[in-house]
């Protein structure tokens, strides 16, 4: 019988959460002889396929029905962020078109790190999972049809600048549920007048849900199975 409860993922880049969770269907039907069908299993808090880093894995009909728990929950990341560029995804991944050849100094990052702190409206981007008339904006986006996001309220709690080498800047944040990493880098290019994309994004927490403390997919294709489900912790464990 399955272990029931929640798994921490370290998501690989390139996959995407939806493949994170195809994987470990495949992986418990062929270890547990079961139907596919029959394994319940969801995750909370999607990353995009080019960043890395926690996802949230719920094992479990009753541990699927816990996901906007989990959705609710502030996020830490860590960030690599390019300037002089703009992207149309706000990413790497995007259409990217130079902007500018500025370079701020440090002083000045810091002071716009920093500005960006506290309660504040946020527009996501056009390529984002945002519902517009009951469709996603991704994909209105690829058909290349005009549209408009309406802007969110959202809390940045922390940010910290690590490291400072033009024309990258690396800093963790911590900010509240909804908030897009790829528009508060986008919305950083604005304020500093360089233009800036996100060219790496890692989640490291969700809550105190730890990064550190996650399974890698190449660990997972290497242990037995009991190991495996040694990883596997009851869900009211953890919420109490």
């Known amino acids: 019988m399955i272990p029931k409860g929640i798994l921490l993922i370290d998501k690989p880049v390139d996959w995407t959460s939806f493949d994170v969770v195809n994987y470990l269907k495949s992986y418990l039907s062929i270890n547990y002889r079961l139907?596919?069908?029959t394994i319940k299993i969801g995750h909370s808090g999607t990353l995009d396929p080019f960043a890395t880093g926690l996802l949230i894995i719920l094992i479990g009909r009753e541990n699927t029905k816990l996901a906007n728990y989990f959705l609710g929950l502030?996020?830490?990341?860590?960030?690599?962020?390019?300037?002089?560029?703009?992207?149309?995804?706000?990413?790497?991944?995007?259409?990217?078109?130079f902007f500018s050849d500025d370079q701020p100094n440090k002083k000045i990052i810091i002071k716009n790190l920093k500005n960006f702190l506290g309660v504040q409206q946020q527009t996501p981007p056009s390529f984002s999972?945002?519902?517009?008339?009951?469709?996603?904006?991704?994909?209105?986006?690829?058909?290349?049809?005009?549209?408009?996001?309406?802007?969110?309220?959202?809390n940045v709690k922390k940010i910290n600048l690590l490291n400072f080498n033009y024309p990258y800047i690396n800093?963790?944040?911590?900010?509240?549920?909804?908030?897009?990493?790829?528009?508060?880098?986008?919305?950083?290019?604005?304020?500093?007048?360089?233009?800036?994309?996100?060219?790496?994004?890692?989640?490291?927490?969700?809550?105190?849900?730890?990064?550190?403390?996650?399974?890698?997919?190449?660990?997972?294709?290497?242990?037995?199975?009991?190991?495996?489900?040694?990883?596997?912790?009851?869900?009211?464990?953890?919420l109490n």
């Open 35 to 37: 139907d596919r069908k």
């Open 74 to 97: 502030d996020k830490t990341y860590l960030v690599k962020a390019k300037l002089g560029f703009v992207s149309s995804s706000f990413d790497r991944t995007g259409q990217i078109s």
């Open 129 to 154: 999972a945002v519902k517009i008339n009951g469709r996603r904006a991704y994909e209105l986006a690829r058909q290349g049809q005009e549209f408009e996001i309406k802007k969110r309220m959202v």
């Open 171 to 238: 800093f963790t944040v911590k900010v509240s549920s909804g908030t897009y990493i790829r528009s508060l880098v986008n919305d950083l290019g604005v304020a500093l007048k360089t233009g800036a994309l996100t060219e790496e994004l890692r989640r490291l927490k969700i809550d105190n849900f730890d990064v550190k403390n996650a399974l890698k997919i190449n660990e997972i294709k290497k242990m037995n199975l009991k190991d495996f489900e040694t990883k596997i912790f009851s869900s009211i464990e953890k």
